[in-house]
Each structure stands twice: as C-alpha cells, then as structure tokens.
C-alpha cells in the first residue's frame, strides 16, 4: 500500500507546481469577484462605460439651454431694425398730419413712399389673423375719403366727426365713427360691421352687411355695401387707405394707426357698453 500511496502524492505535487500562481491585486475579495474575467468580460465592461458615457452627454444636453441659431438671431435682429424703422417713420407722419401744423402734403407723400418700402407685415395675416387689432384716424384726405369707409353722416348740418375707429381681423371689419353735434346734443356713435376680403397684396374688400346709427336703428339696406379701398400700407402700427377712385390722379389718403383704448375713449364721449348702440 505504500507504493501506490506515494505515487498519489508526487502526482499532487507535480499538479500544484505547474498552477500559476495568481497575480496581486490589493482590492478587497467583494470587489475582486466583480472582476471581468477574460477577454470576452474585459470587452463588455468597456462598451458599458462607452455607453454610459454617450448617455450621460445626453442627459446632460437636455438641462442645458438651448440658444438660437445664428440665422434665427440675425433674422431677429432684421426685424427689430425694421421695427424700429416704422415707428420713426410713422412718428414723423403723426406730425406732419397734426392739426396744429400746416399739413405739407407732398411730405406726406414721401414719408407714406418710404413706408411701403418696408413690407413689415402682411395685409392677409392682419385681416384674416386670429386677433382683432384697433386703429384710429389721424388723417383724411377729405369728406368723401372718410365717407368712403363711413356712413357720411359727420356732412349734415351742424355734425363734426370726433373719431372713427377701425377693427380689422378674423377676417372680419368693424367701423366706428364718434359724431359731435354742435349744441345741447349728446354724441353719437356710428358702427359698420361685415366680411373683410383680401383680394390681393394691396386691395380689401370689405362687405358691410350692418349699420347702426347712434340710435341703435339698423339701416343696413336690401344689398350689402361693398367698398374695396387699395391699400398702401398695412402693419400692426399703422393702416393707409388710398380712397381716389380711377379717375382721380392724387391719391386721397386715409391714415389709421393703433389705438391701445378705444373703449376707454368710448367711454370719456359717454358712449360705454351700457348704451344701447355699444360695440
């Protein structure tokens, strides 16, 4: 039995021998068994960091702000500049047109000329946009260009026109005029209201299908009224209407610019919401 015995023995001792011993590694045996072993652990653990790594770029893009490309910021700033523009020139026609100057309408002219030169905003997004915007009058060439969008009745004796507003969208049209009667009369207030067509890049026709005069009567007649002024200039600060028919050579200017309060001026004439003839 001792030869066989030794036999088992030198083959153990031969087997420990030829084990590689394992290599050092100063990690505690939990952190060890996390280990990758071989080729194939080392490869997966690498594409895990990797991916982790394009997701956290990721994450991190979503929290940062995004900033405006540089088209968007030039084209911003295009239209600040045009902005900026308008409001000068139509601050110059406002003095131009008030009454306590000698109205140069040559002037006027020029400064309307360069106006258009502008295009700021579109006549079709203003009458068919999903706001209604306010203008006031500042300027009528004469009688007849303010009766060619009004009732004309500021022309009977003793009448004076106080005001006329225009509200213009949701492809719709209202007008009001504000008219003094000289003497012990109270004011009147006028509105027209219809359909608001844009035919063309400087043509509207509006389609008056209500009138109530400063009574709360309708006197709308049996067909609807339909009046299509050209339009030489139409943004959200101002609104200029060439009233002239065919015709006439000079044009007939009726100039409009936005009116922020036309209630409150409703109001300071006595005509708010509780008459009968309100807006």
Request: proline letters at 6%; a positive charge; glycine letters at 8%.
């Amino acid at each position: 039995m001792g030869a066989p015995l030794f036999l088992i023995l030198t083959l153990v001792a031969v087997t420990l021998l030829a084990t590689p011993a394992a290599p050092y590694c100063n990690h505690s045996p939990r952190l060890r068994s996390r280990q990758p072993r071989g080729r194939l652990g080392r490869l997966a653990t690498t594409t895990l960091l990797a991916r982790k790594g394009k997701l956290g770029k990721a994450l991190s893009g979503l929290d940062a702000p995004s900033s405006p490309s540089v088209p968007l910021r030039a084209k911003q700033k295009e239209r600040d500049a045009l902005r900026s523009k308008e409001k000068a020139l139509v601050d110059s026609i406002l003095a131009l047109v008030s009454p306590t100057t000698n109205r140069d309408l040559p002037a006027i002219t020029a400064k309307i000329g360069e106006l258009r030169s502008l295009q700021v905003d579109s006549l079709r997004v203003l009458a068919g946009g999903k706001k209604s915007l306010d203008y006031g009058l500042v300027f009528a060439w004469d009688d007849d260009a303010v009766s060619y969008v009004g009732t004309g009745l500021h022309k009977v004796p003793l009448a004076r026109l106080d005001y006329m507003f225009l509200t213009l969208g949701k492809a719709r049209v209202l007008v009001r005029e504000v008219i003094r009667i000289i003497g012990p009369f109270p004011n009147v207030l006028n509105t027209l209201s219809g359909e608001a067509r844009v035919e063309s890049s400087d043509v509207i026709t509006f389609t008056i299908d209500s009138v109530v005069d400063g009574t709360g009567k309708e006197l709308v007649g049996e067909e609807p009224r339909v009046v299509t002024p050209k339009v030489l200039y139409a943004s959200e600060a101002a609104i200029i209407f060439d009233t002239a028919d065919g015709k006439e050579s000079a044009p007939k200017y009726l100039i409009f610019v936005r009116e922020e309060d036309v209630e409150g001026l409703l109001y300071e004439k006595n005509l708010g919401e509780d008459r009968k003839n309100r807006v």
